[in-house]
């Protein structure tokens, strides 16, 4: 089992910056990635962005490229995303994903954390 526990959603105006932090535990967690999906208001969850293990890799969806930046800190098996130049667009809920691979798939996904409101205004 792995829990994850997301953190620093909030509510900022456009243009402005936040950093959510996800925090992994778990006796089997360093076995698995982890990444940032979201789920706008009444849409499908997507994915944002995925770190690999050595913090080497990053991979992002197109809409968030140049203005979000994933990283990783295996000493605390937490990663972050710098989230800078927020759009109206970007409002969602934003989940941490523990997956076996870095996917864009949501099936592909073992475990979610709660969630974390973003909510930028104009």
């Known amino acids: 089992q792995v829990q994850l526990v997301e953190s620093g959603g909030g509510l900022v105006q456009a243009g402005g910056s936040l950093r959510l932090s996800c925090a992994a535990s778990?006796?089997?967690?360093?076995?698995?990635?982890l990444t940032w999906f979201r789920q706008p208001p009444g849409k499908e969850r997507e994915f944002v962005a995925g770190?690999?293990?050595?913090?080497?890799?990053?991979y992002y969806t197109d809409s968030v490229k140049g203005r979000f930046t994933m990283s990783r800190d295996n000493t605390k098996n937490t990663v972050y995303l710098q989230m800078n130049s927020l759009k109206n667009e970007d409002t969602a809920v934003y989940y941490c994903?523990?997956?076996?691979?870095?996917?864009?798939?949501?099936?592909?996904?073992?475990?979610w954390g709660q969630g974390t409101q973003v909510t930028v205004s104009s």
């Open positions: 994903a523990a997956s076996k691979d870095i996917s864009a798939r949501v099936d592909f996904v073992d475990y």
């Open positions: 778990g006796r089997t967690s360093r076995n698995y990635v």
């Open positions: 770190i690999t293990w050595s913090g080497g890799g990053t």
